[in-house]
């Protein structure tokens, strides 16, 4: 596969300054908290795509379609009869143990039973070409944007990159995105809700505002009232919401129902969710189903629910929770990678690897006080990508986020993040770990 | 017209009067640049405009804070900052490609300081802000809205030329822009002007020698022309 980026690549890398240029002017930015100090900086771009060949890809959107709809399934069982836990196929401690399952949900089913209408899901592909589930992202998953404005800006600055390879064109994401929130739309406008110009995607939350022709809101200027939520305008008017695409955690979206101290949240909002006045995007309570410990039953679900094979695969994970695999994580932990359930964005990843014999012994004790805590995954020799660093050419680890997008139909983006580590001995590429990006190019 | 918060419209007004005062600050400068080659002390005249103690050595200190430097409230680089911390939060109604100027003017400016001969590198920047303004044209549909955001710009550029003492006549024509703007304003609109202040506005501008001896009251009128308190993060 290396081979397909280096064949590809080679007329864009020629113009590496003037799309870094673009970039800055568009003000490509991603914010990052280091020692409690916003820090607004521009989320380095490698012009080298990564290229999906049109098989591969048809195979991994048949995969996400499979996956997404399983999901679905999940949330609105979960939130009701929870048969898939009276089956047997899930314990029950998986589902009220998670942080992400919100007893307020119970009962609640959105329109046409969406749960998550934008699914971000991590995939690696390995050295053998086989294409592994890393996460899946049903909460807030963001960073569609940035591989769209990076299309659009690198067609001006490398128009013959595009004359020479047949590639989708990714530029419909605004497009799929409105399509998908209009059938959510409960009856009024479309708005996204941010928390602020201080968040670090606070630049996908206005691109996409601008793009969808969504009206970009904080908390203050929304209210609700006789069940309905409204934006206040400037004039002193109201304009009912129908949509409203929030970009905030669950546990701070109304302070009446979930944490009182929230100070960005909307007064009431659930009960005009629950009454089927306004429609969110994603459904509150979803944390349940990306949990790291559920992620290790999708392809249960995919059977349970689709009577279907997985089509994509799960990279091998060991839930200690059980006896058996309890046994084979002590006697692997060295050569494991280790993940705290409880935490995202590349943080609570401990590789036995990089532990001294001390730390390793610690870190069973709690593995074993807390198994429910944590998962294990065999570490996956995932494929390096080529990056450009000042000149030259090195190789790196990515991972591909894919956006999938439940409407009338599921469907996959022809695209989607690819994130690199820039540090040659990592294999974490989360941005707000310092890692970059790469457009995604799927040929025709 | 569209929704609009009472944030944003606030938001609008005082980018309007950054971005203003961001460019008139600039050819103000360049024109002091200019005239201090034969007699390096005239930027005194500048700061006393304003009512600023000169705390500086020299000519080149002084057009180094004024331009560059972001902790100095009447810089170019301060107004610019201000400017683009209003514009970023108004992305969907500005427009990406708006709010693209103002990034480049902040790259200009900050080249700019870097270069051995200022003038020459800050001449684009002209040619920015005209884009900024025009692509503002181009993107708010919204009569309304954009009414807003030039209202907030032509407050700004008549209150620094009547600081500035620009002559009568020039003053004259933003004082009539400024009019032309206000007419615009719907009236069933809680965005409405102060009626008092402007008739204050109105006489001082009515006669040059008016306008010569009563500085300080048409300042204070144009500050209470809207109560639209600036919004910071």
């Not at chain 1, 020629?14 to 990052?32: D, H, P, S, T, Y």
């Not at chain 1, 942080?99 to 053998?128: F, M, W």
Request: proline share 4%; charged share 25%.
């Amino acid at each position: 596969m290396k081979d397909l980026e280096q064949k590809h690549f080679t007329k864009a890398v020629g113009n590496a300054n003037e799309i870094n240029e673009l970039l800055r002017r568009f003000g490509v930015k991603f914010g990052i908290y280091k020692n409690g100090v916003f820090n607004e900086q521009f989320f380095p771009f490698d012009p080298i795509p990564r290229v999906i060949t049109a098989e591969d890809f048809a195979c991994i959107e048949k995969g996400l379609v499979q996956r997404v709809d399983a999901l679905n399934e999940f949330l609105f069982d979960i939130y009701h009869d929870k048969k898939i836990v009276r089956d047997g196929i899930i314990p029950e401690d998986f589902i009220y143990i998670s942080k992400g399952y919100l007893a307020e949900c119970e009962g609640i089913t959105p329109k046409n039973r969406i749960y998550s209408h934008i699914s971000g899901i991590d995939l690696v592909q390995g050295k053998d070409g086989v294409w592994y589930i890393l996460e899946d992202n049903l909460r807030i998953p963001s960073g569609a944007s940035y591989p769209l404005i990076a299309r659009e800006l690198t067609r001006i600055a490398a128009p013959q990159a595009f004359e020479e390879n047949e590639i989708v064109d990714n530029r419909g994401y605004a497009q799929l995105l409105k399509e998908t929130m209009e059938y959510a739309n409960c009856g009024g406008i479309r708005a996204i809700l941010t928390p602020g110009r201080y968040n670090a995607a606070y630049f996908e939350h206005s691109y996409l505002a601008e793009h969808t022709g969504s009206v970009l809101v904080q908390n203050d200027e929304l209210f609700v009232e006789d069940n309905m939520l409204y934006h206040r305008t400037y004039s002193g008017g109201k304009t009912r919401i129908g949509v409203l695409y929030r970009r905030i955690a669950d546990e701070y979206l109304d302070p009446l129902t979930f944490l009182p101290e929230s100070l960005i949240g909307i007064p009431n909002l659930m009960e005009a969710y629950r009454s089927g006045n306004v429609g969110i995007i994603n459904a509150p309570g979803n944390g349940v189903a990306d949990d790291k410990g559920i992620y290790y039953f999708v392809p249960k679900m995919i059977k349970y629910y689709l009577g279907e094979e997985p089509i994509l695969r799960n990279a091998p994970t060991y839930l200690p929770f059980y006896k058996e695999d309890m046994k084979y994580v002590m006697d692997n932990l060295e050569k494991l990678v280790i993940k705290d359930v409880a935490e995202a964005g590349g943080y609570g990843v401990v590789f036995g690897s990089d532990l001294t014999k001390e730390k390793l012994e610690e870190f069973r004790k709690t593995i074993i006080a807390e198994p429910r805590r944590f998962i294990a995954q065999e570490v996956i020799d995932f494929l390096d990508l080529p990056i450009l660093d000042n000149g030259e050419t090195v190789m790196r680890k990515a991972d591909l986020r894919a956006f999938v997008l439940s409407g009338e139909t599921t469907r996959v983006w022809a695209s989607g993040l690819t994130r690199f580590s820039r540090n040659p001995d990592s294999f974490v590429v989360n941005s707000s770990q310092g890692g970059g990006f790469k457009d995604t190019w799927v040929l025709k | 017209m569209s929704t609009i918060s009472k944030e944003h419209s606030d938001r609008l007004y005082w980018l309007g009067r950054y971005t203003e005062r961001f460019f008139t600050t600039l050819k103000a400068l360049d024109k002091m640049f200019d005239r201090m080659l034969g007699q390096s002390h005239i930027y005194t005249e500048y700061l006393d405009h304003f009512g600023i103690v000169n705390t500086y050595s020299d000519s080149r200190e002084f057009i180094r804070s004024f331009l560059y430097d972001e902790f100095n409230p009447n810089s170019a680089a301060y107004c610019l900052e201000r400017a683009y911390d209003n514009g970023i939060v108004l992305r969907e109604e500005i427009s990406t490609s708006a709010l693209s100027f103002l990034q480049m003017a902040k790259d200009t400016l900050r080249r700019a300081e870097n270069s051995p001969n200022p003038r020459l590198s800050l001449l684009p920047l002209e040619d920015i802000v005209y884009g900024f303004w025009g692509s503002i044209n181009e993107h708010i549909y919204d009569d309304e809205i954009r009414n807003i955001i030039y209202i907030g710009k032509t407050i700004e550029r008549l209150d620094l030329y009547i600081r500035m003492r620009y002559p009568y006549e020039i003053s004259r024509k933003e004082y009539i822009r400024l009019l032309k703007n206000l007419r615009r304003v719907p009236k069933d609109t809680p965005y409405r002007y102060n009626t008092k202040a402007l008739s204050a506005i109105e006489e001082i501008m009515g006669s040059e020698e008016d306008y010569l001896s009563r500085t300080d009251d048409a300042v204070s009128s144009l500050g209470q022309l809207f109560e639209t308190s600036e919004v910071f993060v």
